[in-house]
């Protein structure tokens, strides 16, 4: 396809100075490696899009799963088997995840004005 439409952008001279040298590196010039970038961050974008698509699904599914056994509609299930399950996924989750991961959540949290969970704070 040809690219016949130009664009003039601003940046910081650091930044300049950073593309410059990244181009020098991978042998392109600073035009060529911004429109990789930019091609790069699009289709990075479409991923992580059908990405949150399927994490919310299954999130979906869990949460109609835990709806079912906190409601007893299962036979053997007991009252608490729900809370179980939830506290269980939550432990694999952090380990998984890890402290960074944990951070994050908690800053996300705070911003949607969720609060935060903090065992140092429970009142009984």
Known sequence: MPLSNPINIRLEQNMLDQLQDEAVLHNKTVTQLIREKL???ESVGGEL???RQA???????LHNRLDD???GSH?????GASLSIQYETLLLLRQM???????????EMKRQG????NP????N
């Open 39 to 41: 091609s790069y961050a």
């Open 49 to 51: 899009a059908s990405l």
């Open 55 to 61: 994490v919310d699904a299954e999130f979906a599914g």
């Open 69 to 71: 056994l906190g409601g």
């Open 75 to 79: 036979e053997g299930s007991s009252p």
């Open 97 to 107: 995840g890890g402290v960074q991961a944990i951070n994050y959540a908690h800053k």
């Open 114 to 117: 969720v609060p935060v969970y």
């Open 120 to 123: 140092d704070n429970i009142q």
